[in-house]
């Protein structure tokens, strides 16, 4: 049985479950079955927001993630809390224009500086998450390019559809030039 | 990774699932006043019911907007109202009305954690004892639970569908963590799903409020002469307010035309009650948990088994008992202080020993392991 289990953890207004919910709908399209949970506090932005998504072939029960296959930080915070929780073969993608201090000894890190790309091509650091969702469609397979593009037109509104489709190539992109990418099999980590 | 078609199948919010469950359902009618974690449901409507030639209205309050769902409904359409813990109280006092007029609505109470205002983000399942006790007098509740997204489109249907037959409210008690969870969902079409609608009287008929167990009910606007009260009234709906007799029957006959038919109206999932040594009650949230615990249980060699308790109220009473037969142990998981609990203490008797397994605060779910722990706790 596969099982992928994935956190995105960042502040919120970062997009944080906006992400979680692009992936999980990517995998529903990739005809996978997919439980998508997020937690935020009663603030709108500022506080600790954490989103998760568990993709499988099988059935999903206990919808939350406790050790992660990939875990993707947004900012310091996010990185020192939920290191612990990382797989000893899982992925680590942070966001390396806000991260500062990002962990060594970690057999699969990727850093990329999602914010400072967002705000240089396209005006705007809110299409960051975009941006580093691209990137981890570059470093994995877990979900198809072709069904997170379309998860991402279908999920936001027509008018921005099209630039966040853009940031997704964008991140996928940097993330090919940072690194040479061969689409990491988790199954074979 | 592998590709099928995606015909029918939805990533929805438990909460999105309801509304689209809602409008499936005939329900024709919304009203609601914004609350974490329950607001995703008016928002969907809002945009959806007029697309259906359907009225979605925020109001003032919560006391306005179940007051304008039971006008809804004796207006002829199905009607919902969505909240969660601190609306729900301000709810109840219609609610109590709407029992005793006989009023078919849907109110869906997505339980965050109380009491007050206590942690309006984070989940919940306190609200239990209140949608069977919220209200005032001689009521008997209807109360439905799922555990996932598409349970809660199932259950928000078979909610109406109750609502309908028996002439009553009925609550969909969700919470907080199914609410907002996404899912992958395959949705049945809608030819296969079976809708109810109430029963409307004959052109000459005159009694709306007893002589049949489900009386028939007539609308605004339809010709009929027809009082609505909530004092005791007789089967014409003439007030009765200090009548013995009337009061008795009228009251009596409201709560029968549940508790008779509590067999029709509980569902459970159960799984290995016949065999097991320790048995769980679970459900809502909880029970996502107790899947895997069970799991993990039985590549240990436990004989486990539990009843999901997809009707709340009326209390799944049969199940629960068949369960105490055979397990000599029962483990509440709940994320409250025990309400479950005494119910299953009161079914299973001294026979069998009943353990709580309770969690409250920053909605952190009790996890798989700490179920197996307990089981493991209990075999010993």
């Not at chain 2, 949608?131 to 249907?157: C, K, M, Q």
């Not at chain 2, 008795?248 to 097991?276: F, M, P, Q, W």
């Not at chain 2, 320790?278 to 539990?306: N, P």
Request: aromatic share 8%.
């Amino acid at each position: 049985m596969k099982r992928f289990e994935i956190r995105i953890a960042g502040l919120g207004g970062q997009g944080i479950v906006m992400i979680g919910q692009v992936i999980g709908r990517a995998a529903v399209y990739d005809g996978m079955n997919v439980v998508q949970t997020q937690s935020y506090g009663a603030e709108a932005r500022g506080s600790g927001a954490k989103s998760e998504v568990i993709i499988s072939d099988g059935k999903i029960g206990f919808p939350f993630v406790r050790k992660c296959d990939l875990l993707v930080a947004m900012n310091q915070e996010a990185v020192d809390k939920n290191l612990r929780d990382l797989k000893p073969s899982g992925v680590l993608i942070v966001d390396d224009s806000i991260v500062k201090s990002v962990p060594k000894n970690i057999k699969h890190a990727y850093a990329m500086p999602a914010t400072k790309i967002a705000e240089e091509a396209f005006g705007e650091k809110m299409y960051a998450n975009m941006v580093i969702l691209g990137a981890f469609v570059g470093i994995t397979s877990i979900v198809s390019e072709e069904s997170v593009e379309k998860a991402v037109a279908d999920t936001f509104p027509r008018k921005t559809a099209t630039l966040n489709v853009e940031a997704v190539k964008k991140g996928k992109e940097l993330a090919a030039s940072l690194y040479r990418l061969h689409s990491l099999d988790l199954n074979k980590l | 990774m592998k590709k099928r078609s995606v015909e029918n199948v939805y990533f929805w919010q438990g909460n999105e699932a309801c509304a689209e469950a809602a409008l499936a359902a005939d329900c024709r009618f919304f009203a609601g006043y914004p609350i974490t974690p329950a607001s995703e449901i008016a928002e969907h409507l809002a945009r959806r019911l007029p697309q259906t030639g359907g009225v979605a209205l925020q109001m003032e309050d919560e006391l306005a907007a179940i007051g304008a769902v039971v006008g809804a409904s004796w207006a002829g359409a199905k009607a919902m109202t969505a909240t969660s813990g601190p609306g729900f109280d301000l709810m109840q006092e219609t609610i109590g009305w709407a029992f005793m007029t006989e009023t078919p609505c849907v109110i869906v109470d997505v339980q965050r954690l109380g009491p007050s205002t206590g942690q309006a983000t984070k989940c919940g399942q306190g609200d239990v004892m209140q949608a069977r006790w919220g209200t005032h007098g001689d009521y008997v509740a209807i109360a439905l639970s799922p555990n996932s997204v598409r349970e809660t489109f199932d259950l928000t249907i078979r909610a109406f569908n109750l609502a309908e037959k028996y002439r009553t409210p009925v609550v969909l008690l969700t919470d907080e963590e199914i609410a907002h969870m996404r899912e992958r969902v395959t949705v049945p079409f809608l030819e296969s799903m079976e809708i109810i609608n109430r029963r409307k009287p004959k052109p000459n008929e005159k009694m709306f409020f007893g002589s049949d167990e489900v009386p028939p009910m007539p609308s605004v606007g339809e010709g009929f002469d027809v009082a609505v009260t909530g004092s005791t009234h007789d089967e014409y709906g003439i007030r009765f307010t200090s009548d013995p007799d009337v009061h008795k029957r009228l009251v009596e006959r409201l709560n029968g035309k549940i508790l008779d038919h509590a067999e029709e109206i509980v569902e459970t999932e159960t799984y290995n009650i016949s065999k097991c040594e320790v048995g769980i009650v679970c459900f809502g949230c909880t029970s996502r948990s107790v899947y895997d615990a069970v799991e993990l249980a039985e590549a240990k060699g436990h004989k486990v088994g539990y009843v999901r308790l997809k009707t709340m109220w009326p209390f799944p009473e049969k199940t629960v008992k068949q369960l105490s037969k055979t397990a000599s142990k029962i483990i509440i998981p709940e994320m409250n202080l025990k309400q479950v609990f005494y119910e299953v203490q009161r079914v299973a008797g001294d026979s069998t020993k009943v353990v709580p397994l309770n969690k409250i605060g920053g909605g952190v779910p009790i996890t798989p392991e700490e179920m197996l722990a307990k089981i493991e706790e209990e075999i010993r």
